[in-house]
């Protein structure tokens, strides 16, 4: 019995993709990457197109690691996205301040905005297929974040970066990606924001859902109000940064007060030799409801991208804590499929 392919079940649904990180851009990860070509037909770059590694100061671009990731894309036959143009985290200081140190004013951002733009999707013209545009622009509530964008430019800042990234290529997919998206006020606020870009005749292409997803968090009927939702505003829905985590969250487990102790860290790590039956057993089930929540509306969703591939290199090791043994993907430490891979070919066969 050979593994079932991930993207051969889904193939005439939804890509199925992983977020790649410098390791198997490099090709340093090898073993890695023979699963990523097996099992995926879409890449996302976990890290190297970020502001601050592209553009770590102005006008000084540093492209090798996007350019190997996008070669590696066109080697083999990959749908390429691109991750991610304008977002307040990891955005380099300088971006916001001028040489001596003040912030800079609206008309200063717009250019850098368009410059750092225009530069990037530019470049990978024809090439890189669809653009994550802005990124985490909305709070829970559903106001807009008061990153230094928004402080800047208000909302206009969403608005310019949808338009320089056309601009940059016409033919490129443009979307907004966040998280929480099951969230009813961020539902809406994201819904009022699409609205706005549409109604002034810019390209929004699709909405990408992160599914950075717990055991309890989100409801599955709540990330499907938002599916419909979203689908219903005429563009495509992504399934973007699959991940689900069996460990505790510090909001329900250890409390803050003791949040630089042994004893905190520990009760955020409590599988560190590998998940009970039971645990492991609830994850492919959790997964499963998810997965088939995704086939049922496999005609608004056109991608699933895990955020990464194996448990191994995953971000949820170092989050919210660092060195944690977590367990959030569709490949385990070993390389091999997880039960969740066997039990999704008998979903679909
Ligand atoms: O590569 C450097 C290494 O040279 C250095 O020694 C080390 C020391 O800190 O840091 C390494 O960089 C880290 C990088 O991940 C690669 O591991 C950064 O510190 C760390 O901040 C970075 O975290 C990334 C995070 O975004 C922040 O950019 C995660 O890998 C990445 O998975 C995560 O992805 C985000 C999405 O882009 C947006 N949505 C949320 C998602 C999870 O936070």
Redesign the pocket.
Known sequence: ETDPQLKELFAGKFYVGA?M??RQITGEDAQTIDLLQRHFNSITP??VM?SERIQPREGEFSFDLADAFVAFGEKNGLHIVG??LI?H??APDWFFTDSQGREVSARVLKQRMETHIKTLVGRYKGRVHGWDVV??AILDDGSYRKSKFYQILGEEFIHLAFQFAHEADPEAALYYND?SMANPGKRKGVIAMVRALQEKGLRIDGIGM?G?IGMRYPSLEEFEKSIVSFADLGVTVMIT?LDLTVLPSPGNQAGAEISDTKAYRDALNPYTDGLPEEVSAAFTQRYLDFFRLFLKHADKISRVTT?GVTDRQS?KNN?PVRGRTDYPLLFGRDQLPKPIVHALRKLVT
């Open positions: 977020a990180n410098r976990e890290n970020k991750h991610t977002w985290s990891q990124n985490e998280y992160q950075h940064e955020w971000w989050w």
